[in-house]
């Protein structure tokens, strides 16, 4: 795991007790975590500092701004910005984009703490 210490991660999901919980295991990693409620809190941060987050973990379905809105948003400023979304809703259109992006990812809600790992891994590995 040593190849994923200094690692900052920018968590986004409205569900508190998800965002505290994994945040909660993303440190338990390593990892550096900033957590925010939603994608305009999102994008206010990575505006701020394009450069410091390796991996946006973000829901797809939040008020005010969806997933996949704040994630167009954030890469026009950042078009090489890693993210993995997590939905439990089944966004089967969205898949074949991540598929054919090493930058993205998707894991369905609800998932084991071993298989988000192995995902947010996989994506920084990219």
Do not use: C, H, W
Request: charged share 30%; no cysteine; glycine share 4%.
């Amino acid at each position: 795991m040593d190849d994923q210490k200094n690692k900052n991660i920018l968590l986004v999901d409205d569900e508190t007790v998800l965002r505290d919980l994994l945040t909660v295991i993303l440190k338990k990693e390593g990892y550096t975590v900033t957590s925010v409620e939603n994608g305009k809190e999102a994008l206010f941060k990575i505006k701020k500092n394009p450069d410091f987050y390796d991996l946006i973990v973000m829901d797809m379905v939040m008020p005010e701004m969806s997933g996949i809105n704040s994630f167009d948003a954030i890469r026009s400023i950042s078009p090489q910005m890693k993210v993995l979304f997590m939905s439990g809703y089944f966004q089967e259109q969205y898949l074949k984009d991540f598929e054919d992006s090493r930058t993205t990812g998707f894991i369905k809600k609800p998932f084991r703490n071993a298989a988000f790992l192995e995902k947010v891994q996989e994506i920084l590995r990219d």
